[in-house]
């Protein structure tokens, strides 16, 4: 396994990013055969050892896997204590304000920075997202606003993904042309009943293959190994689903 971190300029700046890849791109650039890629769109306590774990069983499986940091406009901030973060008013407060001002447009805007550094990875095939959390809306937004390039997005426990916001991804369906899939947990105020029946309606009216698959019993934030409420079975069962998914929309 291979990480790299790397700075990626964006139209706002410069964006720190882990770049994982189990085999690195020769020399001159070229693979045998294209490489597909994964985007991995962080949740709210940003880039951490626990999302480098995801990552790297992503590139353990063939992917080039990119992990953004989406807070990047903000400068420095945490590490945050995931058990405690939200407890705390004060780095509550410091993680909430960081959500509400990186909206969907300003990752979307990322998008092609990221993807143009994934393509200089080695990731020459199709390209792939996936979301936790804050994340999930930022997987299915980017396979809507980059169609051309990205053949599957998939959001676990994503808030807000068809809410009445005027940037909420559920608008979007229509401009995606991948593959959906969507983890919702068995309880989830972010995104709840609701929001689901109005998702699934949105991806049908748009034509799309798409999943949405609510995980009984899991909480909010379940699949992410330093989270308070990681379920060992839960996330393993969203690794079978996201590694079968995947296989089957970028290969």
Request: with cysteine.
């Amino acid at each position: 396994m291979a990480k790299r971190d790397i700075r990626i300029e964006t139209e706002d700046g410069v964006a720190t990013v882990g770049l994982f890849a189990a085999n690195p791109a020769a020399p001159d650039g070229r693979n045998a055969t294209p490489r597909p890629g994964v985007i991995l769109y962080m949740d709210a306590f940003g880039p951490r050892p626990a999302l480098d774990t995801m990552a790297e069983r992503l590139a353990d499986a063939g992917y080039v896997v990119l992990v953004p940091d989406l807070f990047y406009r903000a400068g420095k901030y945490g590490p945050y204590d995931t058990h405690t973060a939200f407890n705390n008013e004060a780095t509550r407060a410091e993680i909430m304000g960081m959500m509400q001002t990186t909206t969907q447009a300003l990752t979307e805007r990322d998008g092609a920075a990221f993807l143009a550094a994934l393509t200089e990875a080695g990731a020459t095939g199709k390209i792939g997202t996936v979301g936790y959390c804050l994340g999930g809306g930022r997987a299915l937004t980017a396979a809507a606003a980059y169609p051309d390039r990205i053949a599957a997005a998939a959001s676990f426990h994503g808030g807000n993904l068809a809410s009445d916001a005027p940037d909420s991804p559920h608008l979007r369906a229509g401009s995606i042309a991948g593959k959906v899939y969507v983890g919702s947990a068995g309880v989830d105020r972010s995104f709840p009943p609701a929001q689901s029946a109005r998702l699934a309606e949105a991806l049908r009216e748009a034509g799309l293959d798409h999943v949405i698959e609510n995980y009984v019993g899991m909480e909010h934030g379940w699949t992410v190994p330093d989270h308070s409420v990681f379920n060992q079975a839960g996330a393993e069962r969203h690794w079978k689903r996201l590694l079968g998914f995947f296989d089957e929309a970028l290969h």
